[in-house]
């Protein structure tokens, strides 16, 4: 369990995470069922690849914000600035 496990993701957030990740799904769904036909043209899937990769971007956008807006602008609050920020810094390297 994570030292911050009293933090949860904003209801609004995770259910917008949540829609977009099914939106996500049904387009990995639609890549694989270009890939079962045998006259797919390759540049075709790559595009298709491309926006599944920007869509997934956007749900990282979304529950960063979150988190900074619903915990980094508090930690000073609560006393953890020093946890928070460091959390924060090996996140963003995989951003």
């Known amino acids: 369990m994570s030292e911050h496990s ?11 995470a949540q ?3 099914k939106s996500v799904r049904g387009h990995v769904e639609g890549i694989l069922r270009m890939l079962d036909d045998g006259s797919v043209y390759c540049v075709d899937v790559l595009k298709q690849i ?10 990282g956008e979304l529950i960063l914000k979150s988190h900074l807006r619903d915990h980094v602008v508090t930690a ?3 006393g953890d600035t020093s946890e928070i920020v460091d959390e924060l810094m090996e996140v963003l390297k995989y951003r």
């Not at 009293?6 to 917008?16: C, G, I, N, P, Q």
């Not at 491309?50 to 749900?59: N, P, Q, T, Y």
């Open 50 to 59: 491309k926006a599944v990769e920007g869509a997934l971007d956007k749900v």
């Open 19 to 21: 829609r977009r990740l």
């Open 6 to 16: 009293h933090l949860h993701l904003d209801e609004a957030a995770r259910a917008e």
């Open 76 to 78: 000073a609050q609560r």
